[in-house]
């Protein structure tokens, strides 16, 4: 049985800080997991993927307040986020990617709301 369990969304303020947590079972061979997001009646959109060997992309617009990281051996995946800005509010989705067979499997979502 597959599970993406997410943890760490919450309210903060402006400029203030969360971390992201996935924890992924039941998947043989992740290639990346990454993290996407959600705003309200806006499409889903990347916000950054780790591959398992440590190669890491991200939206132009976290670039440099957003870190992913990874621990292969807990396939548990990490989204730290700083200097976080109002528009930085949506629902968190983690991602997982099977080598091979490239099947795309989902978490819950959890939501960030970055507000004053």
């Known amino acids: 049985q597959v599970q993406l369990v997410e943890s760490g969304g919450g309210l903060v303020q402006p400029g203030g800080s969360l971390r992201l947590s996935c924890a992924a079972s039941g998947i043989r061979s992740i290639y990346t997991m990454g993290w996407y997001r959600q705003a309200p009646g806006k499409q889903r959109e990347l916000v950054a993927v780790i591959t398992s060997g440590g190669s890491t992309n991200y939206r132009d617009s976290v670039k440099g307040r957003f870190t992913i990281s990874r621990d292969n051996a807990k396939n548990t995946v990490y989204l730290q986020m700083n200097s976080l800005k109002p528009e930085d509010t949506a629902v968190y989705y983690c991602?997982?990617?099977?080598?091979?067979?490239?099947?795309?499997?989902w978490g819950q979502g959890t939501q960030v709301t970055v507000s004053s």
């Open positions: 991602n997982a990617r099977q080598a091979v067979i490239y099947v795309d499997y």
